[in-house]
């Protein structure tokens, strides 16, 4: 059962490489495109050159597809003017970065953080009460948000150091549900339950200025994380979520990565609930719950685990759909229910198992075609 | 604090662990036998009172009934899940990352069966005034006849279990199962039998208790998530899938709580409790009375 | 020729209903009507939109040449969520002019929503300090916002010590001690409201012993309620908005052997509320009242018949009244100005709702529903306007002991304690 669990993963994984390696000798149409556009004045085409961006790309950790959906969403408010649809992906991006954060603990040490909202909370309030107690630019106080949810995250580390799976998971939960009954009763400092109102992060009511502040956000957490998973510490992390003992046989610290991984995860939760009380313009207790965890780990779940991407792309087309079935009303959260349970029972893999599945047919057949030629 | 109110503390502390008791046992059962971390068990406490609602107002019939009849329809609802759920993840992922995927799947069953009550039944409070009525004095305290009386369900339906498990033979092959599943399939037992079972009686559990108390807490389609919380408190504190140690664990959390409340303020008794929870998960990772932890649980 | 006839007669009926969608489109004034429609608050929801809903039913969905085109802007009782529904709102359907809401998180929130799309949203039921305050920091630019359903809590808290000082003086009640214990559903609107009437209580000369809040939802509560008892108070005050928990802190209340008079602010709210508390409620004093008046009964029958939900006044009467009071407010901008829009509609609120010349004396729950400069945002409160009568439940059955204007009968003590 266990030498199930362990090759599986694997193989996807080698699969994806596989899948990225052919993607930069076989050019695609966008691969052609981002690669001109990037390295300015190049012969595209040029096996060797394309080769090289890639390279370097990949050294930031973007693959062509990434870029180009990446600047296709930094240049998406320039073509609409539609405040609904820019705070859709405003909001898209926020849950999206945190199923990203999130993932990049149950996807790869395979620990379920069940208190990362309250962690968020953490560093949303943070952020809000160092602005407006000791008037702090909003900047620096998402900054401070980010350590002080690192600190906790330093802290679950910890804790959990000698627990695994379920019992890791409801440790997280117990302390994130002790975090959210400090912050309702600590009223003096946080305001419970009357919410605490946070300063704007701009002055202007426009919206375009709060997208490209989570546009850089997310696009830089993802670089981080997707960077972190691809070399020798995501192997350490893989290797301690298939199997401690054995990882710690050959040589793996452990305790150190399993730290480290929670320290970063929590502090980007930390630093995208600084951006989201100053986009708010309100706390309560509320953000801490759970039923927001529930939210970020449906997202990384239907995302797919182990990917980083699954979460940031399955927030873009849960939240939208689940939006336009308002009229259902309650109706409308059976559906997310019984979606959820679909994914889980046929699909466990999500959207990225799907997508390298795709990615696999299109090698398979260029590859076909290379060979006729 | 005066000795009387210790008294009257005593009391109600062990009246509130009652129902945690009865709430975690199921939750504990269908985690040892299933492997699944129900997070949805506080939805058949819903489903527990709703039955209960509708056995009285439309059955006119005796109160004790009433609560029988919740169960019967929390085992049968849950009987129906077990195999319309969990069956198919059974038998697609073959045991592979089963603790995550069925987790969510009760997260999603929770989702579903909250919003479908909202959806077909509304949200508003169905209650009724009282079971049984009157209250008793015990010391000097005056407390309802309802919740001792519902206290006394609890506990006779902890008993009657407990010889359920120990005494006949299904309840010994659901043991089995628990201690493993493998084992118990080589002797001959039918393993997906014992698992629509297992959850049918952990559903039914959950459901008596919202049944019970549905004079105290009317039905209304979120009322779960409270006592959902609460048995898992309980569960982890004794250790997993320890089903006498939920005995213990769900009287400690009741006075827990309930001095800390009676202390400090309602706020903090989750504080309190979940700080202790915490400590001793540190310091002995498998709870209070955990014993051999399951390889599955741990991945 | 045949088929060119019939292209053209095409081409022309396709003109012709393209032109007249779009003259009708033309005459739509389209309102959202904001509540917690799903969520841990639905049932708030559910009779908003009922009485929403017949306020707009009676005047058949039109306002002069204008359609109404009535949306439900879901909050979902989430701050983030309800913004996100409302720009939907405004972008999709077009919403013209909002209209109510709950929490008052929701009402910051969504001041800045109605501010940035210059909605005007007329009567959110956010009540708390937070409102008051994000709106005194910005009048200007939070003047869409225009103007609130409840006034701030300590507004109303007042009364109630009102009456129990007026008892105390006619000689009705010698309380054993001047002690008063504080406690609540821990919301905003449970600490707004305890502080409010604690500060009320102080002022008469009373001590402030113990501020006791719970989890909102909380239904055991014998150990908050054991140690109110032993703090020996001789009153206890507070409010909670979830009828499970409130009507189980007053049948434990009896049953813990407290001896204090209950003031349980908005125990009434929900219809099956005596359903749940029974005789235990004897001698409680609340501030909301059962309908008012033969006409306002009625219309809670029908609520009833038509939805399936007793209706309680302070969510669905309190939405009826708004609703029509809004009617109003856009019927007289219609009348004014031959149009209706939002500018039309901010403008009519800043200038004449403001300024007290626009109000509203037809509705259920109270007699005059106005605001003024002084109070912006908060409506006026007092005799003749905004108030709530304090009564004292006997058998489910409210009667009015204060103000003296309105009284039905004396406040009365119960033996326990009279000294």
Known sequence: MNNNTTNNPKEKRDNENRVRESGSANKTVANDTVSTGKAGGTIAGSAGKTGGINELLGKIGLGPLSLLAFVLLGLAPLFIDDRFIIHLMISGMIFGTLAMGFDFTVGYINIVNFGYAAIMGVGAYSSALTVSRLGMSPWLGMAIGGVMAAIMGFLIGVVTLRLRGLFAAVMAWFVGLTLLAMTANLVDLTRGWLGLRVRPLFATPDRIPYFYTIFVITVVSYIILYRLTQGKMGMAFKAIGQNQEAAHSVGVNSTKYKIINFTISCALAGVVGGFYGHFVGILTPDVMHTRETVEVLALAYIGGRGSIWGGLLAAFIIIPIFEYLRPLMAMRFVIYGLLLMLVMILYPGGLSQFFAFIKAQIFNRSSKVEERA | MPIEALFDLLIIGLVRGGMYVLMAMGLTLILGVINVPNFAHGEFYMLGAYFAYFASVFLRIPSILVIAVAALGGFISGMIIEKAVFYPLRRRSEGKNWLLNSFLLTVGLSITLQNLALWLIGSDYRGITSYWGGSLSIGGLMISQDRVIGFIIAMVSVLIFWLFLTRTKTGNSIRAVSENARGAKLVGIDLNRIYTLTFGLGAMMASIAGATLLSINPAYPTMGLRPLFRSWFVVILVGLGNVGGTIIGGFIVGLLETASYYGLGSGWQDVVSLTVIIFILIFKPSGLFGKAVKGIWEQ | ?419
């Open chain 3, 1 to 419: 020729m045949s088929w060119k006839k019939s292209t053209f007669i095409v081409a022309l009926s396709f003109v012709l209903v393209l032109g007249l969608t779009v003259s009708a489109a033309a005459d739509v004034l389209t309102v959202g009507a904001v509540g917690p429609y799903t969520g841990p608050a639905a049932r708030t929801g559910q009779e908003f939109q009922g009485a929403v809903e017949m306020a707009f039913e009676e005047i058949d969905f039109q306002i002069g040449d204008y359609e109404i085109n009535l949306i439900w802007v879901d909050s979902e009782s989430d701050p983030e969520r309800a913004v996100r529904a409302y720009e939907d709102a405004v972008m999709r359907d077009g919403m013209d002019v909002g209209i109510l809401n709950w929490h008052s998180s929701v009402a910051v929130a969504l001041m800045d929503a109605a501010a940035r799309n210059q909605i005007p949203h007329f009567f959110g039921f956010g009540a708390t300090e937070v409102v008051i305050e994000t709106f005194e920091e910005d009048p200007e630019y939070y003047s869409y916002w225009m103007g609130k359903t409840w006034p701030i809590p300590e507004k109303l808290s007042g009364a109630y010590v009102e009456a129990i000082q007026g008892a105390i003086e006619e000689g009705l009640w010698e309380p054993r001690n001047k002690r008063v214990g504080i406690y609540g559903e821990d919301t905003d609107w449970g600490r707004s409201f305890g502080a409010g009437i604690a500060g009320d209580f102080e002022e008469a000369g009373w001590e402030v012993v113990t501020h006791e809040y719970y989890e909102m939802g909380e239904t055991d509560l014998y150990p908050l309620l054991a140690s109110l008892r032993d703090a020996d108070v001789s009153v206890v005050a507070g409010t909670d908005t979830s009828p499970p928990s409130f009507s189980a802190f007053v049948t434990q209340a009896r049953e813990v052997g407290l001896e204090s008079l209950i003031i349980a602010d908005g125990l009434g709210w929900v219809g099956e509320w005596y359903e749940m508390t029974g005789e235990a409620s004897n001698y409680v004093l609340d501030q909301i009242p059962e309908w008012p008046s033969e006409e306002a009964r009625e219309w809670a029958a029908d609520f009833e018949d038509k939805y399936g939900i007793t209706p309680s006044t302070s969510a669905a009467g309190q939405a009826y009244d708004q609703a029509r009071f809004f009617i109003h407010i856009a019927e007289t901008a219609y009348d004014l100005h031959g149009e209706l829009n939002s500018e039309v509609l901010h403008s009519v609120g800043q200038n004449l709702l403001w300024e007290g010349e626009l109000y509203f004396d037809d509705g259920l729950i109270h007699e005059r529903y106005m605001y003024t400069p002084e109070t912006i945002p908060d409506p006026v409160v007092g005799e003749g306007y905004f108030i709530f009568p304090v009564l004292q439940y006997f058998d489910g059955v409210g009667q009015i002991v204060w103000p003296d204007s309105m009284k039905q009968a004396e406040l009365e003590i119960p033996d326990y304690l009279q000294e």
